[in-house]
């Protein structure tokens, strides 16, 4: 035995040096790890896709306080880990049009990915109750214009009680204290904060076009307040057609200098929705700061008893009663059913959208990717309130082809914030994968991703939609809706009017 270790002893002295390096640079890599950055949240190893950048790669997400912290080649220490191996990362999807700003419609929203919704179009009547009623209660960021049909309804006394008006606001012109007073509206809701103005426009007909460029230069006089205009006319027919309504919203909006957003271009052009693409085209060529939107859908969804079914709608839309869908029972309507639900008032889907006219918006350079959602909170609506952002990713990149992954992010992501960050300079850090933007994060399979949601059953989430966070807050986990977690935040304009001097 002796002999043994007597053998043994020079073999280990010479493997002594090694050893001790060994054990030392052990000890040297545990000293790293425990130097090594943790964050509250790591988002491990998926495909990280930032539109702004052109980041296409596999990488850690890191976040602290809300924020993106890190963006990591190497492993990150986290204190919650969401495993994203084979999903993309992108930016949190931001819905510019969203009417259903209430708990029901937030719930299936932020399971379509969305961490932002936004009512732009026809805005809110009263924007420090809208923010008032939301701070510390939503799961996704909300935000709102200040309402041109709202100033319409309480300056005309108009008896709606919805978001439109059915009465003389829809109607008639406003005599001159009438169109003072709307104007006075429209300037209180930007000084405390609106993101625009919503301009209803076929839901307003009465509305003159002087009243019209009054407005846009109330908008003007505030830093970079887009209009969110839809269209006074849709389609072809003369000579109201959806061409003479963009050429007064051009007109308009360069006369004052504002900003202007054009709606669901394809459901306001149908037929026509590729010269309106051009004359978009085109005014941005000239320097006109014009942007539009669309979803993907071939049917609409409004209210029944609104102006927008008066006396020759299905001349305009080319279509009849059959090609109007009651949602509460799924029927098709007749002349008389058509009357009866008029008298009664609610949503009903419009089939009328021509399907190479949802092509030509949702694949142009051009357009943003909004909902135009409406659930109503008793369960109600249109599928595009749960499934539009799925939808584009399952159907128009991954089924179709017709629009690249990284294309498609950027028309839910960065066009959205980019619209907006010169209004509400916070926007500048969402829409984006970088250090220091907000953790509004959606992670996503891109093999399965789809919407679920139909005409008969709006109440189905999204499929494929695995993880979102809203300012780094998991709200979304393995699919599924955490319940009584609210991180969502106002996205508002800086408020240039103490309330209290009112």
Not at 142 to 168: E, K, N, Q, W, Y
Not at 307 to 314: K, P, V
């Amino acid at each position: 035995m002796r002999r043994n270790l007597e053998g043994r002893a020079p073999r280990l002295a010479h493997r002594l040096p090694a050893l001790l390096a060994l054990v030392a640079s052990t000890l040297v890599a545990a000293c790293g790890a425990s130097q090594q950055p943790v964050y509250d949240v790591v988002i491990a190893g998926g495909r990280v896709m930032d539109p702004e950048s052109g980041l296409d790669a596999v990488r850690d997400v890191g976040i602290r306080g809300g924020k993106i912290a890190a963006l990591g080649e190497r492993p990150l220490l986290g204190k919650t880990r969401l495993d994203a191996k084979g999903l993309v990362v992108a930016p949190g999807f931001i819905d510019m049009h969203e009417h259903g700003q209430h708990p029901l419609a937030y719930s299936y929203q932020v399971r379509d990915g969305v961490t932002t919704s936004l009512e732009l179009e026809i805005g809110v009547p009263d924007v420090d109750a809208f923010y008032a009623e939301r701070e510390g209660k939503t799961v996704v960021n909300f935000g709102a214009t200040v309402s041109h049909p709202g100033a319409r309804i309480a300056a005309m006394h108009d008896p709606s009680t919805t978001l439109l008006p059915t009465g003389d606001a829809a109607r008639r012109n406003a005599t001159p204290a009438e169109e003072a007073e709307i104007l006075r509206r429209i300037e209180h809701g930007l000084e405390r904060g609106a993101l625009g103005v919503g301009l209803g426009l076929q839901y307003t007909p009465g509305a003159s076009r002087e009243e019209i460029l009054e407005v846009f230069r109330t908008a003007a006089k505030h830093p970079g307040a887009p209009v969110f205009v839809h269209l006074r006319y849709m389609g072809l027919e003369e000579p109201t057609n959806a061409l003479t309504a963009l050429q007064e919203m051009l007109g308009d909006a360069q006369v004052s200098g504002a900003p202007l957003h054009v709606v669901h271009i394809h459901s306001s052009g149908l037929k026509a929705t590729p010269i309106l693409l051009g004359m978009v085209a085109g005014a941005r060529e000239h320097g006109l700061d014009v942007t539009t939107e669309a979803y993907p859908y071939d049917a609409g969804e409004t209210l029944i008893e609104s102006a927008l079914f008066d006396d020759g709608w299905q001349t305009v839309l080319g279509i009849t009663y059959g090609d109007l869908e009651w949602p509460k029972t799924n029927e098709r309507l007749t002349a008389e059913s058509f009357a009866r639900y008029r008298k009664e008032g609610g949503e009903v889907i419009l089939h009328f959208i021509p399907a190479d006219a949802v092509e030509a918006a949702i694949t142009s350079p051009l357009t943003a990717i909004a909902s135009d959602g409406g659930l109503e909170p008793v369960g109600t609506g249109h599928p595009r309130a749960t499934g539009t952002f799925a939808r584009v990713l399952g159907r128009f990149v991954r089924e179709r082809k017709a629009l690249d992954l990284m294309t498609a992010l950027r028309k839910m992501t960065l066009l959205p914030a980019q619209r907006l960050e010169k209004r509400d300079p916070a926007m500048r850090d969402k829409g984006r994968i970088r250090v220091g933007a907000d953790a509004d994060v959606t992670v996503f399979d891109p093999a399965t991703v789809e919407d679920r949601s139909t005409y008969g059953h709006p109440l189905e989430a999204s499929a494929g939609i695995r993880f979102v966070l809203v300012n780094g807050v998991p709200v979304v986990i393995d699919g599924k809706l955490r319940d009584g977690v609210f991180p969502g935040k106002p996205v508002r304009a800086p408020v240039e009017r103490p309330k209290a001097t009112e």
